[in-house]
Structure formats: C-alpha cells, structure tokens
C-alpha cells in the first residue's frame, strides 16, 4: 500500500474546511484543476469517495469526516516535530526553556504562584508564557508551540493530553456594579442569561470566526471586562475572575453554575524534565 503523503493531506485539510475547490485552491495558492486531481487521486489511493460534488456545492463523506480528524491530527503532529525538534536543538546549545500557554486573562493568581515556585527549584528553566485566546491551548499543545498548558474543563478539550488536576471552582456572573442584580447574594443560571441589554459574549471558533448571537465579539478578558462595565454585555465565568475587578463591576455567585476545573496539560509523549518538574510544582500549589 502505497502512503499517503502530507501534500495530499494539506490539500484535502483545505478542501474539507473550505467546501469549495475554488476557495480551496486560492488558499493554498495553487490552481484549482491540479487540487482536483489531487483529490481525486487520494480517493483512489485510499479506495474511498471522501466528498460528495453535485451542482449546490461539495459535502464531505463519512469516511471524508474520519480523514479531516485524522489529517489534522497528522499534519499538527508533523508541525510539533519540526518545533521539539528545534526546541532540543536549543537546549543542546545551552538555551533551555519551557513554553507554558494560558489563556489570556484567566489563572492569573495561579500562573504568579506557579512563575515563583518553580523559580525557586534547583534544576528550573526559563518560562516562557504564551497568552491565548480561548480554546487556543490544546492545539498549541498539540502543534509544538507549547510544552505545558493550563486547561479548563468542561470548556477545553483534554483528547489526546496527559494532565494533572490543579484546582475546582464555582462560577460567578459579571455584572455592572450598579445592575439591579448587584445586591443579590446569590443567582441561578436563569437569572442571568437573557438580561435585557446585557447578552452574553461571542468567543472566537478554531477557525477565527463568530457564532451568530446578539452579545458583542471578544477575544480577551480586558475587552470583555470593559464591555461589562460599560453595560454592553454580562458573562458567567470562573470564580477566580473575582481577583483584580474595578469597582465599576461586580461578581455574584451562579449557584447551579457547573463547576470549573483547572488542570495542567502536556502532551503524552513528553520526555522533557524541566516539563515534568514544573507540573510537580503545580500539583504541590
């Protein structure tokens, strides 16, 4: 059986997402016939029809579906190879380093108890922190640009991730301060999802758009804080969110909120030690 190469996989990678052998094409800055047969080609290779063409567009197949998964996986792994490959070259030359991803905004208090701790250990590297956007660590995880990540669930997905449990904790709703709400003790989830006037954020999908929905576009927690104290949005979030908020916000407990787990991640092929001392470190905060 002859192997698939990683051409063929990037070109049905961009294929799958776009829907579309014209956009398809322009994306990988080729022309669309030759992208044409080489999709056609790879279904010949694999002995499955992976997308259905008719006149209203292109739909992907059941075994298309399965490939799009595993392509993604492949071509993100072959990315991570490239990036360890290098980050080891660096250490041999003396220049160690570990890479940690957060998202940006979330974990702060942690992340400086962390920063200081490992600090003070024998054998510690330099950290490098990598601040995100949402949802943004486990693939930064998975192509090599990160070695250790900070993880939420049930947000962020752990497919794929050996990880260690960091801490649980209750969710809050962020409200202005003056809201008729802000003197409550405590709130229910109904309470607090359709406000008048204060719709819930859009967060960025993988692929940099937004989902449809009333509440504003974001990417971080300082321009969803500010929309919040500027009376544009509401959102539930993490306890943790508590720390640091201006007097023009203010936290309240969401009682049947589910709780939120922060966990730290490292891809399960690691053999890096300066990795595995810094989530000893973690796990002991």
């Known amino acids: 059986m002859v192997a698939v190469e990683t051409r063929e996989l990037r070109y049905f990678v961009a294929v799958a997402e776009e829907l579309n052998f014209g956009r398809a094409a322009q994306r990988l800055g080729m022309a669309q016939p030759p992208l044409s047969r080489a999709i056609a080609q790879l279904e010949r290779r694999l002995d499955a029809t992976l997308l259905e063409r008719t006149s209203r567009g292109v739909t992907l197949t059941g075994a298309g579906a399965v490939l799009l998964d595993e392509a993604r996986a492949a071509l993100d792994a072959v990315v991570a190879a490239e990036r360890r490959t290098r980050r080891a070259a660096e250490v041999a030359d003396g220049r160690p380093a570990v890479v940690l991803a957060s998202k940006a905004g979330a974990s702060t208090e942690l992340i ?4 200081d701790a490992y600090a003070s250990e024998p054998n510690s590297v330099s950290v490098d922190m990598l601040l995100c956007g949402p949802g943004e660590q486990g693939r930064l995880l998975r192509t090599g640009r990160a070695d250790v990540a900070l993880l939420h669930r049930p947000f962020d997905s752990l ?3 050996d990880h260690e ?7 809050v709703v962020l409200l202005p301060a003056g809201h008729p709400l802000a003197g409550r003790p405590q709130v229910r989830t109904s309470d607090v999802t359709d406000l008048p006037g204060l719709p819930q954020p859009r967060w960025p999908r993988a692929d940099g758009g937004y989902p449809d929905g009333p ?3 974001v990417r971080d927690h300082a321009q969803l804080q500010q929309l919040v104290s500027l009376g544009r949005a509401s959102v539930i979030a993490p306890e943790s969110a508590r720390t640091n908020l201006g007097h023009d916000l203010t936290a309240i407990p ?8 922060t966990v730290i991640a490292w891809p399960p092929h690691s053999r890096s030690v300066a990795v595995a001392d810094l989530v000893r470190t973690a796990a002991r905060l």
């Open 254 to 261: 969401v009682v049947d909120a589910p709780q939120v787990t």
């Open 112 to 115: 400086a108890k962390l920063l």
């Open 165 to 171: 449990t960091l801490s649980t904790e209750g969710q």
């Open 159 to 161: 497919s794929g991730l």
């Open 215 to 217: 509440g504003p576009k």
